[in-house]
């Protein structure tokens, strides 16, 4: 059983809900008669592994502890002793959290028998029902187990047993999951802070003393420091090793033609073409192969006899990582590149990754791709703070870091759309109506996404009018997309920018209209949120619908100076994050707004540049490089620009891998104190270089 990291969220967390039933309720005098425990993997409870045993104390069972758990001297006597249970009950909770009901206690008696048994304890990382139901739901009068499952509506089979007190154990768990959300409580760490508050909290008002919470941290990632790793995959897209242009020959081509092909082209493979569309591979082991099996007249064999097909591919802008995981997965040694369009534009092959000298072992790879359900998706995207900082700590570039969280945001919101489709036909609801595409908007479009990412997704579609049948259809989907991601980690926007809202989930003509609208109207409250659908990318369904809105917007807008000019006005009300002496402003938790005083109006200036200058690019670099390549801004000044960008970015991202270790809700806040001199010099510098954005979209300098 694998163990958790800080950043697994509550819906994905392998566990093991445990109670036990004693003969008393003084743990210094105690002994465990009956011991229940339920596997879980986070909501999952009906057919986990369980363990129930009943064990003889050696002691006697007072009359008043049998009037509550129903167990006599005469039901214990000559059960198994707790010292020949001890292995196999450890075994079944290998590296799991352990989950119940005051927990506290179970696990101060299983310590003692332990201790009692002469074998060596280990605290598990726990989580205790009473503390999230508080969490959860501050203001219930009661959180005794029968209460809370009297109030979530669960029926308690075998109350005061150790496996009936379990089993609901486990559901009030599963039932808490979306009360704990709604309180921005998703994670482990998360909910370990959560309580950790609440212990602390009590502790003051009973004058100091609190008690332990939740154990030592016990199986997770600082027990263990992670491999270091060749961090070229992390660095460098498909693009950049890819072999280019793809040879193709015809499906009636024969296998000697093939062979004549590679080794007169020195390449490993051809793809296969019908009707003008590359459908399959044969490579040259597929061609030894045939001739293994046929004979010579093996090499007389079409090409489509003999491919493999369907072809498997890879995005061209995909990380190398990705590829080598989907090689890895697949055991293939050979990935079709396609482009945006899905066209194939190359080939990639180990060769390729052996000339980069990639590594075999990634950290996340095709997980997020392959996740059956939401747990599964929940497990893969906890991964990534453990990426993250393996590349922080391999010295990556941190605008490369976010740009691989920002793709792993784009390939998590694929997956759920499609976990979302496959929900929707199997409740009868049928097939999409008509051809959409999901995007992704803002910092996760634009490739510049951190940890502390939230939601904002829209829906085209290619016809429809609002309240329709088809708008009606994708209202649905956006909602499993929405819900789905929240699960997962990434929490529903505050801003309401996601497909489940009708302002973003349209057909092309109305997405066409808005977008007039948008640029002519220029109403404040029209432009609230406008300025993000610049970022978006398509990552689910028909490309080109997304493709042609985003092109039409950026004509539109190019058109309208004014309407430019009007999404810069964050910038001219900009000011800087600093005192009268010099030194940064701080909130009340002596923390710095990186966002709003640093990086936004460097990407807000950007984006305001692109679209006055018609650069289509979403990423602020190629942004900024674009128009300093069009002669609109200096280039001196550009570079100096992208400097304080990098650092910026690495002084936000490194607070959120700290903070998620601790359980700390994500945000742009930086604590600069945290910071060595010479960082908090040069975050300074890089903070009163933004004001340079600022002076060169002022009116008369675009």
């Not at 598990?124 to 979530?152: C, F, H, Q």
């Not at 491999?227 to 693009?239: C, G, K, M, N, T």
């Not at 359980?663 to 908090?680: E, F, M, N, W």
Request: proline share 5%; with cysteine.
């Amino acid at each position: 059983m694998s163990s958790a990291s800080h950043s697994t969220p509550l819906v994905a967390i392998d566990a093991v809900v445990l109670d036990t039933e004693t003969t008393g309720l003084d743990s210094r005098s105690a002994r465990i008669i009956q011991i229940g425990a339920r596997r879980i993997a986070g909501a999952r409870i009906e057919g986990g592994d369980e363990f129930e045993r009943i064990l003889d104390p050696g002691i006697p069972v007072p009359p008043a502890s049998s009037a509550i758990h129903g167990l006599f001297d005469a039901d214990v006597r000559g059960k198994p002793k707790f010292a020949d249970t001890w292995a196999e009950l450890d075994a079944f909770f290998g590296r799991s959290i352990i989950i119940g009901h005051t927990i506290q206690f179970d696990l101060g008696m299983l310590k003692k028998e332990v201790e009692l048994a002469g074998k060596v304890w280990r605290q598990p990382r726990s989580l205790d029902i009473r503390g999230l139901a508080r969490v959860a739901a501050p203001t219930l009068a009661n959180y005794e187990l029968s209460k809370l499952a009297a109030w979530l509506g669960i029926e308690i089979h075998g109350r005061h047993t150790a496996m009936g007190d379990a089993d609901a154990t486990a559901r009030i768990y599963a039932a808490l999951l979306p009360l704990l959300r709604a309180r921005n409580v998703r994670t482990l760490a998360e909910a370990e802070a959560a309580c950790r508050l609440l212990q602390e909290q009590e502790s003051r008002a009973a004058g100091g003393f609190m008690a332990e919470v939740g154990g030592p941290v016990i199986g997770i990632e600082a027990t263990k420091p992670l491999a270091r790793l060749d961090s070229f995959p992390f660095r460098h897209r498909v693009e950049n090793v890819m072999s280019a242009p793809p040879i193709a020959l015809p499906g009636t081509a024969t296998v000697k033609e093939a062979i004549d092909v590679v080794i007169g082209r020195k390449i490993s493979s051809v793809f296969v073409t019908e009707n003008g569309k590359m459908v399959g591979i044969v490579t040259e082991r597929d061609a030894l192969r045939v001739v293994q099996k046929h004979g010579p007249s093996g090499l007389a064999l079409t090409l489509s006899q003999v491919m493999s097909s369907p072809l498997q591919t890879v995005a061209s802008t995909a990380f190398v990582y990705r590829a080598i995981s989907r090689m890895d997965r697949l055991g293939l040694r050979h990935l079709a590149v396609r482009d945006m369009n899905g066209n194939i534009v190359g080939s990639i092959t180990t060769r390729n990754l052996l000339r980069h000298r990639a590594a075999t072992a990634t950290m996340l790879g095709d997980e997020i791709d392959n996740a059956p359900d939401v747990a599964a998706l929940g497990a893969a995207w906890a991964r990534l703070p453990h990426m993250a900082r393996t590349l922080v700590e391999e010295g990556v570039d941190p605008r490369t870091v976010s740009a691989i969280i920002s793709s792993e945001i784009q390939v998590l919101t694929r997956r759920a759309a499609q976990l979302a489709e496959m929900r929707m036909e199997a409740e009868g609801r049928g097939k999409p109506p008509v051809p959409y595409a999901v995007l992704v908007l803002g910092s996760a479009g634009r490739g510049e996404s951190l940890l502390a990412a939230d939601q904002d997704n829209a829906i085209v579609f290619e016809r429809g009018e609002p309240g329709g049948p088809e708008d009606k259809w994708f209202e649905t989907l956006g909602g499993y997309i929405a819900d789905t991601l929240d699960q997962v980690g990434v929490p529903y926007c505050k801003g309401g920018i996601m497909a489940k809202n009708a302002q973003w989930r349209m057909s092309v003509e109305n997405w066409r209209g808005t977008i007039r609208g948008w640029v002519v109207r220029h109403r404040p409250e029209d432009l609230l949120n406008v300025d993000i659908f610049y970022d978006c990318i398509p990552v689910h369904g028909d490309v080109a619908l997304a493709e042609n809105i985003w092109s039409y917007a950026f004509e539109i807008g190019h058109k309208s100076p004014e309407f430019a000019m009007l999404l810069g006005q964050f910038l001219r009300d900009w000011n800087p994050p600093f005192t009268l002496f010099g030194g940064f402003r701080l909130d009340d938790m002596k923390r710095v707004d990186l966002k709003k005083g640093g990086i936004m109006p460097i990407f807000t200036g950007a984006r305001v540049l692109a679209i006055r200058h018609d650069v289509r690019a979403r990423s602020t670099p190629d942004r900024l490089r674009g128009v300093a390549a069009s002669g609109h801004a200096p280039e001196r000044d550009i570079d100096a620009l992208l400097d304080a960008h990098k650092v910026i970015i690495g002084a936000m991202l490194n607070q959120q891998l700290a903070d998620t270790e601790q359980g700390i809700p994500l945000s742009p806040r930086v604590v600069v104190d945290r910071l060595g001199p010479d960082a908090k010099a040069a975050l300074k510098t890089a903070v009163g270089k933004v004001s340079m954005i600022v002076e060169i979209v002022k009116e008369g300098r675009i």
